[in-house]
């Protein structure tokens, strides 16, 4: 029994018992022949295992044709969007891109979500550039077909800053004014900038984090990243983007964006949503499992388990390791992915040790939803939360990570946070002391 950081679908693979190894090595040449010639469609690829497969063919990629790429996952809805983008970097360190749907106003004044438009922002902005080696970017099948600024649009409207570069600070700070961004003691939002002397703080439209750049005359000695409530530096830059305006002059589709070099690959779309691709995913076949492609899954291996069903119940925990010992006899790979040390812990103390010890059970950290069965290969991956019964959204842990942002970029709107004496920041007259809120009536209303 070992413990072990998540391993790349091939590294995984390469230690299976493989049943139909020739099969795999023939999607292999296929995921890398160019031009393309027909559709590669991967049948029976149960839902969990789909992140695990898109890694591979990332890893694929990345070995057969290492000029670099992107592989365009368009996804069937935004459930399925998010639970791989959550599930991806488990699997690999493959850079994964995310581009949101267009946030919809459903009424006269509302304003797009900020967050939503930032990562839109953020994520044209790297489509724009050249991948170096194979990224992945995520997105609803419709969203090809959305208006965006055109490619190179942002680039002609940015500022690329580096330290030991020298540039005129006025130069700079006049450039944010003519770009609409405002001029604030205390930067706490994106389009605002702050000077104080030769320090620069600038919080630029597709950015997940504000920048401080210190000048010594002419010359950037410094960048930095900071934090917004505590104004303290978190890391340090080499160099630093600003997008000067949040579109361009010139709008296009997000198709555009393709180049011939890159590949798609639809998941669980149907031909009269996505009518051209390279690659398909689905999750069902006529075929049966005995007579499947090497790559064909299955989800749920153990079942079933409700909160507290393992932890509780004997019986449950006695199908578990009759399962493992059955996998065990037949040589089979066991892979199991629990969030922190902490529950791989509480695991063991539920579980007789031969019995983990015997199957040769290996333990990863990572965050998967379900697992999942790879039959040809004899490879099970199994899951913390079926097996105790927590279940978790995707789209519920990303808009945990949005709401903390939110928070984070909000400060204290709450007046009841601060207490007398405590210093602030006006927005309009810079640095105070707090002393107290009054009240008073205008108009017959309380204010």
Request: aromatic share 10%; with cysteine.
């Amino acid at each position: 029994m070992s413990k072990k950081r998540a391993q790349k679908p091939s590294e995984v693979l390469a230690c299976c018992d493989w049943v139909q190894m020739k099969g795999l090595e023939k999607l292999a040449t296929a995921a890398t022949r160019w031009p393309r010639k027909t559709v590669t469609t991967l049948d029976q690829i149960a839902e969990p295992a789909q992140a695990f497969w898109i890694t591979w063919f990332l890893e694929t990629l990345n070995e057969g044709r290492p000029e670099g790429g992107t592989l365009w996952i368009l996804c069937r809805d935004v459930t399925q969007q998010d639970r791989l983008a959550n599930e991806l970097p488990v699997w690999s360190e493959i850079p994964v891109l995310y581009f949101p749907q267009h946030d919809a106003v459903h009424f006269e004044g509302a304003l797009p979500d900020p967050e939503t438009a930032s990562e839109r922002l953020q994520t044209l902005h790297a489509l724009g550039r050249p991948a170096e080696r194979w990224r992945a970017v995520l997105l609803h099948h419709e969203s090809l077909e959305e208006t965006v600024p055109a490619p190179g649009s942002l680039e002609r409207q940015e500022l690329q800053i580096e330290v030991g570069s020298q540039w005129d600070l006025q130069k700079i700070a006049l450039d944010l004014e003519e770009a609409d961004f405002d001029r604030v003691p205390q930067v706490f939002e994106r389009g605002q900038y702050a000077q104080r002397g030769g320090i620069l703080d600038i919080f630029s439209w597709q950015a997940t984090d504000p920048v401080r750049i210190e000048f010594f005359d002419r010359d950037v000695e410094s960048i930095r990243v900071f934090d917004i409530d505590a104004q303290t530096s978190v890391r340090q830059l080499e160099r630093t983007s600003l997008l000067l305006k949040d579109s361009g002059e010139a709008f296009g589709t997000l198709a555009e964006y393709i180049q011939k070099s890159d590949r798609t690959l639809a998941i669980e779309c149907g031909e009269d949503e996505v009518a051209d691709t390279d690659i398909r995913f689905t999750e069902f076949s006529t075929k049966s499992l005995s007579h499947a492609a090497p790559w064909a899954s299955t989800d749920g291996p153990l079942g079933e388990f409700h909160a507290g069903d393992f932890v509780l119940q004997e019986a449950r925990r006695q199908q578990f390791t009759q399962q493992l010992e059955e996998w065990a006899a037949d040589n089979w790979q066991i892979r199991m992915y629990f969030n922190n040390s902490g529950e791989v812990d509480r695991f063991k103390e539920l579980v007789p040790g031969p019995a983990l010890e015997g199957a040769g059970v290996v333990f990863c950290e990572g965050r998967l939803a379900k697992g999942f069965t790879v039959p040809a290969a004899k490879l099970a991956v199994l899951t913390d939360a079926e097996i105790f019964g927590r279940y978790q959204h995707g789209r519920t842990q990303r808009l945990f990570k949005r709401v903390s942002r939110q928070r984070k970029f909000s400060g204290a709107s709450d007046f009841t946070q601060f207490q007398p004496d405590d210093y602030v920041v006006h927005a309009e007259y810079g640095i105070g002391r707090y002393e107290d809120i009054e009240k008073r009536e205008r108009n017959d209303q309380v204010e």
